[in-house]
């Protein structure tokens, strides 16, 4: 069955640089969430999209921005990176925000700030 | 806000053991995820609970969830090697409108030795 595609899987960039992470949905999913995690850490939300209209926003700098397109791909969009935002960042996908249906998270892309 | 707490973080146990790893978390939800990551790798859906009392199996994977008491348990019956990871909780928590996000507890590490 289609999982949720990431890409690119790795991404290594520089200070002040900036990065672009793509995903890919589920077909037929019309829900798109990004989750950060760190190191050692629990994966934290970022941003979400239903219908392609932002949803709800959570601890994501203001340095980073994301859409979701007519197909219902999204991009997440960092620039002036720090290194701090070296992390493993996950897309995942649902059928609705609010069904209760399960959340398939992506492999996720290793982003890598030197 | 939010809180997810999982106890314990870290689990290390002999083959053939039961054990059990909770989940509490800090306000009303109907809804309970659990996921396995293993090093490096995507989060694999476990279980999806959606209503109290609801328990779900799978192998030697049994999840329950009291939403009365804010509690999830995750049983782990005859532990083998093969189920090694970090297990993660996550609460769907209403943010407003139609937008839900999910909250992840801290993981418990689990290692099975033999």
């Known amino acids: 069955a289609a999982g949720v595609i990431q890409s690119p899987r790795h991404l290594i960039k520089e200070k002040r640089e900036t990065a672009t992470l793509k995903c890919y949905p589920i077909?037929?999913?019309?829900?798109v969430y990004w989750y950060q995690q760190g190191p050692g850490q629990d994966p934290q939300f970022l941003i979400s999209f239903y219908e392609k209209m932002q949803s709800d926003k959570g601890s994501i700098p203001d340095r980073f921005s994301a859409q979701q397109f007519s197909d219902y791909h999204s991009e997440l969009n960092m620039s002036s990176l720090e290194l701090g935002d070296s992390a493993l960042y996950f897309c995942?996908?649902?059928?609705?925000?609010?069904?209760?249906?399960?959340?398939?998270f992506g492999e996720g892309s290793w982003l890598t700030v030197v | 806000e939010l809180k997810v707490e999982q106890n314990p973080l870290f689990l290390s146990m002999q083959e053939g053991k039961n054990y059990t790893i909770y989940c509490n978390y800090s306000?009303?939800?109907?809804?309970l995820y659990w996921y396995r990551q293993d090093p490096g790798k995507s989060l694999e859906s476990l279980f999806v609970l959606l209503s109290n009392g609801a328990v779900k199996q799978e192998g030697r994977l049994m999840a329950s969830l009291d939403t009365k008491a804010r509690l999830s348990t995750l049983h782990i019956t005859a532990a083998v090697h093969d189920l090694s990871a970090t297990y993660f909780c996550a609460v769907d928590s209403f943010t407003g409108g139609s937008n839900y996000k999910l909250t992840f507890g801290k993981g418990t590490l689990l290692t099975v030795n033999p």
């Open positions: 306000t009303t939800s109907d809804r």
């Open positions: 995942a996908s649902s059928l609705g925000p609010h069904s209760g249906n399960t959340i398939y």
């Open positions: 077909p037929r999913h019309d829900t």
